[in-house]
């Protein structure tokens, strides 16, 4: 039991429970430290039962009792078979925490080997840390504000939420940079770009700026990686000339649309040169006067400036002279001058409106008329149709009447004209066939060509597929092996170095050939028990035999003479107390067997600590008591 204990002590160590240098055997455990192992475990193995349980054993026994029965069911609901409740915890039994202990050790060990075809490292373990942490909050159902306890006004307040605000990133890392970056630009990434906390004006907006960018950054590979494989395989080309052709295509769009968009910009040059043909059709729209009255109208701009220079010269002087002496006169001429730009403005606006509905009106009045032309040219061309149809049967018709008068000429001619007609379709018939024949052949060989090459280029393109797919799990798996080895190295950087491996393998050895010879010895027990079953059983049957051979002999002289039968009485009774002898031997020998498992029974019983469980449960007991009283004091004060 001391090997162990040792093993699991350094397990519980590993998964960062506090047991002292002294402690050597589970036999030392105190009920603290039992709490804190099972609870290490507990975070360990399954992070959702584990993370809402305190690895510190509370100081009310009511408290206590509730994190044993939490303990208890969370130990039953990884697969504990045996016996467990909050007495396992707060009244240890050794037996009893060394079969938990090394059940939830064995836990950690299958864990740690289904986690080793994980991705490994530092990072990972970090990924996957937040993974639990979300996984155990979203496995926490909401709670109203006015029902929380302490845990989960932690956790769901929403005090410390903020708004989805992403901002755009300069990552060195980035896609958009490519692999042959150049030396200025691996400079200015190294020295002089911030970093991403720094790029940001908010700091809550830094988590959603990252979530943003690497969802980008995802998508865009996955996005790629789909259309290699449904449209560049395709294509028999390589990733590097699949993206030129499709970058050159794109530019050849770019163009076109630039080219397309300098065309309507002409376009529309050429329509404002034609200003003339717009004014006519204002005044059309409003008359000649009127027409002519919205054109001369101009922008307020025009307006004052016309105002400032068509003034004549003597009024002009005479305002020089005058608006140094009477300033508010010049300020009652900005104020008429504005209300008159203001009217000019409302009656241009009303202009603008009237025109605004005429255009509408004219517009569906055109939109009409132009439906109104499409029907009626729809008809146009079907009665177009119809009358060449008609023309057509009418030429038959005329044809048909010039050959009534001389029918049975005409009929002669016809028939040596559909004869001559028979014997050039059967001529061309079989010329036809002399050329079909090999075209027909050549059209086979070429399909079965074809055919057979494109399931050829089928069967490449599959096997092409088959090596990416292999070139992926190659390099997913060479991802895997280099991250088990970083994990492995940074774990044999922190083991101590003072400590030989010869040490072990020494103390390993040791244990092992111990464990040999007790398998020896055991195996040689049973052999000697064998031995010593089979010997007996033939003494049984041998002594068996001896006495039914004996009885008989003796039972045939008894009847004739009185010694041999005084004998045989001998005999009886000899073999009777000889069978009542084996039979108190054997009974022995199980009243012995029964006092050695009764012996071990104590010593258990001895090992659970009874005595000392039961004094603990009195100073429990009246522990809880005086918490009641205390409460029911309280209680009765409010």
Known sequence: MEEVDKILIHSLRQVGTEVGEDVLSVKQFSSELIVEAVVRCLRVIEPSLGSGLSHVLPPGMSARFRLGMSLAQACQDLGYKGEIGYQTFLYSNEPEIRSLLMFLVERLRRESAESSDQPAGKSALLQRAIGAKIKAQLSVPWVPPSCRVPFLCQSQTPG??????????????????????????????????????????QQPSVPASLLEWHAAELSAALEWEGEWNSQGLVSRLTPEEYKARK???FRKRIQDQLRHA????????????????LADLLRSFTGGAGGRDVLAKGTRFTHTEKFAFTQEPEKAAQQMTTAAESLPSSRRTEQDLQAQQEEEVTSLQGQLEQLSLRIEEVGADVKKITVAISQVSDELKQKELGNAEKEQSLRVKKQTMDLLPDAENNLDKLQVLVEGSAKRVVSLASQWEKHRAPLIEEHRRLKELCSSRELESTRRLSEIKGLHEKIRQAAEEAKKKEGLYRQLMTEFETLPKDVSRSAYTQRILEIVGNIKKQKEEITKILSDTKDLQKEINSLTGKLDRTFAVTDELVFKDAKKDESVRKAYKYLAALHENCTQ???????????????RDLEEQIETENGKKTVSNLEKI???????????????????EA
Request: glycine share 2%; hydrophobic share 30%.
């Open 160 to 201: 410390s939420l903020h708004g989805f605000h992403a901002r755009p990133l300069s990552l060195p890392q980035s896609s958009k940079v490519s692999r042959t970056t150049t030396k200025e630009l691996k400079e200015y990434c190294q020295e002089h770009l911030p970093p991403v906390t720094a790029q940001m004006s």
């Open 581 to 595: 002898l084996i039979q108190t031997i054997e009974d022995t020998g199980t009243i012995m067997r029964e006092i």
């Open 247 to 249: 970058r050159q295509r």
């Open 618 to 636: 009195l100073e429990d007991y009246k522990a809880i008591r005086q918490e009641n009283s205390a409460l029911a004091a309280k209680i009765r």
């Open 262 to 277: 300098a065309q309507s910009r002409s376009d529309s040059q050429h329509a404002s040169r034609s200003s003339s043909d």
